[in-house]
């Protein structure tokens, strides 16, 4: 067996070392996000071209322009914190918030009578906190609430965007 000198030794150990803390602080920084994502679903009966994405706040891009989600399937996008618009062909703008503590807002509107393609947002969360209906209107018509404001709805680890066919 080779002998490893001193100095050779004390590199290896910091190095280990080093991304041992690496690996922790990876692992603390996910812990910190709770869970949180967003998540994408198409009931709408065709494959949806996901290309009308505004990230805000320095928020992340969830997914790169041209983005196809196939219909009856659904997308998660692990964030910490995320703020912005989505829009699918032939539906109405979403516009919704995720905050690092689980506080959220979102709007979209109800007018979507005669649209091709129908949109709702829901907020998940055990327990939610506040006022956090969906919002936006589903298959058959059913609207609901067009916004809820900030500090209305809290303890949401996931906003969920589903488009349907109407």
């Known amino acids: 067996m080779a002998s490893i ?28 996000c709770n869970g949180h994502k967003v998540t994408v679903q198409n009931l709408c009966g065709h494959d949806l071209k996901m290309d009308e994405l505004t990230p805000v706040a320095d928020s992340k891009v969830l997914f790169p322009a041209g983005w196809v989600l196939p219909n009856n399937q659904h997308a998660e996008f692990a964030v910490c914190a995320w703020t912005g618009r989505l829009r699918a062909p032939g539906a109405v703008e979403v516009d919704l918030h995720l905050g690092h503590e689980g506080g959220a807002y979102y709007s979209v509107s109800t007018a979507q009578n005669g649209m091709p393609v129908r ?28 916004s809820v404001p900030g500090n209305k709805c809290s303890g949401v680890t996931e906003m969920k965007v589903v488009y349907y066919s109407p």
């Open 119 to 146: 949109v709702s947002v829901t907020p998940h969360g055990s327990p939610l906190q506040g006022h956090c209906p969906t919002a936006g209107c589903n298959s058959g018509g059913h609207c609901f609430e067009y």
């Open 5 to 32: 000198s001193k100095p050779v030794l004390m590199l290896l150990l910091i190095v280990t070392a080093a991304a041992a803390m690496g690996g922790a602080a990876a692992q603390g920084s996910q812990a910190t």
